[in-house]
């Protein structure tokens, strides 16, 4: 059975850092599109963080860049987070999602595993107080 579990979520004040963590079973990542998504209630799901499983490029949206790293661990299965200077406005449920999809760039690859994604985690909650 495939299965994806985050961990790493919390409160963290403004400006902290915090690194997301997520744990795949059942198959193994490294031939996978993976990545990071948020959503809050009654809100759109965005894509934060992706990695193309054609050429292991990295996507992040502009919101994040320069203050996130994707990163995978191929030896342990698991995809990493890092986020650092995190603002208020980073509060939200965030999740990793992976499936075997291909597409001409990181960021197409990206919006595509948020579309039509199946495997999906349970979701963390990161929230950014002072």
């Known amino acids: 059975q495939l299965q994806l579990v985050e961990s790493g979520g919390g409160l963290v004040q403004p400006g902290g850092s915090l690194r997301l963590s997520c744990a795949a079973s059942g198959f193994t990542l490294d031939y996978y599109a993976i990545g990071w998504f948020r959503q809050a209630p009654g809100k759109e799901r965005e894509a934060v963080s992706c990695?193309?499983?054609?050429?292991?490029?990295?996507y992040y949206a502009d919101s994040v860049k320069g203050r996130f790293t994707i990163s995978r661990d191929n030896a342990k299965n698991t995809l990493y987070l890092q986020m650092n200077s995190l603002e208020p406005e980073d509060t939200d449920i965030y999740y990793c999602a992976a499936d075997l999809i291909w597409d001409s760039t990181a960021e197409a690859m990206c919006i595509a595993l948020g579309k039509q994604g199946n495997y999906w985690g349970q979701g963390t909650q990161i929230t950014v107080s002072s």
């Open positions: 990695i193309s499983s054609s050429d292991g490029s990295a």
